[in-house]
C-alpha cells in the first residue's frame, strides 16, 4: 500500500463550481498534513496546512479524519486560475529531517 | 525576505554525461536544504537532504550524490547519467523549525 495516495484525475470542473479532494495515508505516525498547489512544469508551492480541527483560507478549506487516516481539500467557486495540480503531503512523526512523503497529485482543470 | 535560486531551468545531456544543479538560498542562514526528483506520472522523490554544511544524508541509493560547500550552497552531481535520470529536479529549503518546504523553480533534465 502506497504511503499517501490520491485520485490523480484529472477533475474537470465548471468556474464557480466546489470540488473536493480526498488523500489518505497508511502511516498511523503521520503528525502533520499539508496541500501543496503545483502548476504544470512549476515548482509546488505550499497551498495550506491541515489542522486537527480543520481550517479555511478564503475558498479553500481543509480538514484531516485522523480515525479514517485521510485529509481532504475543498475549493468553493471554482476559477480558471485554480487549474493545478493539487499535492497531498504528511509528515512521519520522528525519523529524520526527510520525512516528508509527498503523494502524486490530483489535477483539476477548471473550464470556462 | 528569503529566496532560492535553483539553474539551469533545462538541461539536455547525453547518457555517460556529468552532471552538476546548483541551488542557492538567500536571506536566511543554515537552512535545512533538500534535492527532489519528479519522475512523469509520480510523486517528488526525495533524494537528498543537508541539516549543516558538510552534512549530507542520501534517501535513494543512485548514481548521483549531494553537497553542500556553503551554508547556502546544494549541489547535485553525477559522473555518469543513466536515461532513468530524466526527470524534474527540485531544490527545496525549509528553516527547520518549521515543517513547511519553499522550493526553486525546478530543472527539467533530459538524458538522451
Known amino acids: 500500500r502506497k504511503e499517501v495516495e490520491q485520485d490523480p484525475g484529472p477533475f474537470n470542473v465548471p468556474e464557480g463550481a466546489t470540488v473536493a479532494f480526498n488523500c489518505t495515508y497508511s502511516n498511523s505516525a503521520s503528525q502533520s498534513f499539508f496541500w501543496y498547489r503545483q502548476d504544470c512544469r512549476k515548482e509546488p508551492k505550499l497551498l495550506m496546512s491541515?489542522?486537527?480541527s480543520g481550517n479555511e483560507d478564503g475558498r479553500f478549506t481543509a480538514q484531516l479524519n485522523r480515525a479514517s487516516q485521510y485529509i481532504s481539500l475543498l475549493i468553493r467557486d471554482s476559477k480558471l486560475s485554480d487549474s493545478a495540480t493539487y499535492l497531498c503531503?504528511?509528515?512521519?512523526?520522528?525519523?529524520?529531517?526527510?520525512?516528508?512523503?509527498f503523494g502524486k497529485g490530483t489535477k483539476l482543470s477548471v473550464k470556462p | 525576505s528569503q529566496t532560492i535560486h535553483q539553474w539551469p531551468a533545462t538541461l539536455v545531456q547525453p547518457v555517460g554525461s556529468p552532471l552538476s544543479l546548483e541551488c542557492t538560498v538567500e536571506?536566511?542562514?543554515?537552512?535545512?536544504l533538500y534535492w527532489y526528483r519528479q519522475a512523469a506520472g509520480r510523486g517528488l522523490q526525495l533524494l537528498f537532504y543537508?541539516?549543516?554544511?558538510?552534512?549530507i544524508s542520501s534517501e535513494v541509493p543512485q548514481n548521483l550524490s549531494a553537497s553542500r560547500p556553503q551554508d547556502r550552497q546544494f549541489i547535485l552531481s553525477s559522473k555518469k547519467l543513466l536515461l532513468s535520470d530524466s526527470g524534474f529536479y527540485l531544490c527545496?529549503?525549509?528553516?527547520?523549525?518549521?515543517?513547511?518546504?519553499?522550493f526553486g523553480s525546478g530543472t527539467q533534465l533530459s538524458v538522451l
Open positions: 527545496a529549503w525549509s528553516d527547520g523549525a518549521s515543517e513547511k518546504l519553499f
Open positions: 543537508s541539516v549543516g554544511i558538510g552534512q
Open positions: 491541515v489542522y486537527s
Open positions: 536571506g536566511t542562514s543554515n537552512p535545512n
Open positions: 503531503v504528511v509528515k512521519i512523526r520522528g525519523g529524520s529531517q526527510g520525512n516528508l512523503i
